[in-house]
């Protein structure tokens, strides 16, 4: 049986708080968002209030790490919770799928009676395969199955339960008429607004910051830097401004998802998850700043750069950003060095306690309410 870590942090709360409801499940996940990519890590250049402000309503964990320090593979071991050695999505090519058999935190949740949707990025199992979401577990998943198909924010349609959905004016590429993520976003707070007289588990695997490097000339996020020197610098590339506005616009979704928790009254029994897939790449590179230009995998309190970055098992390809904010139950400003994974660890059927320094994502979730 797999060990989910969200759906035991429900069993648990509900044990706890026996009166109230199972709580929410909100976990936002943004594609190749680096350790040191948001402004509470000391990033000089990324605008990130929102998440800067969750960071001090919650916890946030120093020592947090990726399954996999690729995008497909990643998805499958959180889904499922196995390691990459006993999974099946082991490839990253977006279309090797899950086991027909393979229970996910969303199949789980289903047999507690929660409202179960995903938004953005699958990965794990592209249509007609046995990998697809509907099949486990998912009531309602939008946005790209097949991760290849994520690599443009242009792209002709978009699936939704393993139907195409055109999107207007689009050919892939660059360029189009319909942003694919402002419509992936739309549908997943559309879902919390239809789901909030029920537990629910939203999940919310954006693509941003993740390549192409593309968002519209129009988007609000671009207010926060139009007083910035480095944005009105001709001699620094439009995708390295593009990146840094995409990480601001993601944090603005964050700011939407908790908003409207607000509104609907649900705050207070809502989990919610902010993270990254993998660690970061040393994207934009030049002979002045040969790990890149924003300086992706480094640890703020050394200022030293983690060995490697995406792609490769050293610290800089698996170390991610992760925060958990529940008002009431998880203790605001929170700092954790704990070591952490994504994969549940079992022996003879039965999780393993945690060591001193190193927990597996269920039993460090079990210390959340201590």
Known sequence: MICSCLLAFVALAVAVSAQDSPPNIVYMMSDELAYFELGHMGNPYMKTPRIDQMSKEGLRFTNALAASPVCAPLRGCFMT???????????????????????????????????????????????????????????HFFGYYDQVHAHTF?????????????????????????????????????????????????????????????????????????????????????????????????????????????????????IVFFTGDNGGQDRFQSKERPRGFFGPNKDPK??????????????????????????GKVQPGRVSDLIFSQVDIKLNGKLITPSVNTYPYRAYLETLLS
Request: with cysteine; glycine share 14%; aromatic share 10%.
């Open 302 to 327: 050394t200022g030293v750069e983690f060995r490697g970055g995406k792609g490769n098992l050293y610290e800089g390809g698996l170390k991610i950003p992760f925060l958990v904010r529940w008002p």
């Open 81 to 139: 919770g196995k390691h990459s050695g006993h999974a099946s999505v082991r490839a990253n090519d977006g279309g090797t799928p899950l086991r027909a058999e393979e229970e996910t935190i969303a199949s789980m949740l289903k047999q507690k009676n929660y409202a179960t949707g995903g938004f953005g990025k699958w990965g794990a199992g592209g249509r007609g395969s046995t990998g697809v979401p509907e099949k486990h577990g998912f009531d």
């Open 154 to 270: 242009y792209p002709a349609y978009l699936i939704r339960n393993s139907e195409e959905v055109p999107l207007k004016g689009n050919e892939g590429g660059r360029s189009g008429e319909t942003y694919s993520h402002y419509e992936i976003m739309k549908e997943g707070l559309e879902f919390i607004r239809r789901s909030k007289d029920t537990p629910f588990f939203c999940y919310l695997p954006i693509t941003p910051p993740h390549g192409m490097y593309d968002i519209p000339a129009d988007d609000p996020a671009w207010e926060l830097y139009k007083d910035e020197d480095w944005i009105n610098d001709k001699s620094i590339g439009q995708d390295v401004k593009n990146y840094a506005a995409m990480v601001t616009m993601v944090d603005k979704n964050l700011g939407a998802v908790i908003d409207l928790l607000k509104e609907l009254q649900l705050e207070d029994n809502t």
